[in-house]
């Protein structure tokens, strides 16, 4: 079945950029997302990529794909201690449509003051 | 707008007891989606229901569990005679009509403990 990886822990200080990566093994997968989980809380969905684009930006946030690779990243600028969180990546299969997603289990980034 | 709500968002309960954990989609939406998360883990997908219908259960376990999404009122996702592996956070989402994109929005969970 479809798998997503991602390493488990990034600390960063406060105001450098933070680059969370995954790969995933299902090359069919049409939309790619990133949601951030605060303790206690559910999934926010921060943004997602369709396959055919390489690089998405949405203020602070900017997406790679390297759809050769399999591999995503999320790039975080100017990072703040709000950005302390657990970041999960996860992909929705082939097609468009509605299906369930396949999570990775999450990057926790640690923001330093 | 209301966000996906969830309740109750701490439940406990001995082994053998029944726990019922509900969601209320977000206003619009007509389809709605369990997921459960393990400790120190990612969402693992259970179940995909639409108003009256079950779409998708390939990720339920084939005993103890159900779910449901009646014409009215909220989605329930029903864990019956809890054993210690059932302890989680169970979340529910919800996307809208248009989805295209899948776009899933989610609730806060509920964290169920069984002792």
């Known amino acids: 079945g479809e798998d997503v990886e991602q390493s488990l822990f990034l600390s960063v200080r406060e105001g450098d950029s933070s680059v969370i990566n995954c790969t995933y093994t299902?090359?069919?997968?049409?939309?790619l997302y990133w949601y951030k989980q605060e303790p206690g809380a559910g999934l926010q969905l921060l943004t997602y990529?369709?396959?055919?684009?390489d690089m998405k930006q949405d203020q602070r946030l900017t997406v790679l794909l390297n759809k050769k690779d399999k591999h995503l990243s999320l790039r975080i600028a100017d990072t703040q201690t709000g950005d302390s969180a657990i970041y999960f990546c996860?992909?929705?299969?082939?097609?468009?449509?509605?299906?369930?997603?396949?999570f990775g289990s999450g990057t926790r980034l640690q923001v330093q003051p | 707008n209301a966000g996906v709500m969830q309740n109750p968002r701490h439940l406990v309960r001995r082994r053998g007891q029944e726990a019922r954990l509900r969601c209320s989609p977000m206003k619009g939406h007509s389809h709605v989606y369990w997921y459960r998360q393990l400790p120190e883990e990612g969402l693992k997908f259970m179940v995909y229901?639409?108003?009256?219908?079950?779409?998708?259960e390939s990720g339920m376990p084939k005993e103890r569990f159900s779910a449901e999404f009646p014409k009215e009122g909220p989605s329930i996702l029903r864990i019956q005679q809890v054993v210690r592996g059932d302890s989680a956070a169970y979340f529910c989402?919800?996307?809208?009509?248009?989805?295209?994109?899948?776009?899933?929005?989610f609730g806060p969970g509920t964290r169920l403990t069984v002792l």
């Open positions: 299902d090359s069919s997968s049409t939309y």
């Open positions: 989402a919800s996307s809208p009509p248009s989805s295209g994109r899948n776009e899933q929005f």
């Open positions: 990529i369709f396959s055919n684009m």
């Open positions: 229901l639409q108003k009256e219908n079950i779409i998708d």
């Open positions: 996860a992909e929705s299969g082939s097609g468009t449509g509605r299906r369930a997603l396949t």
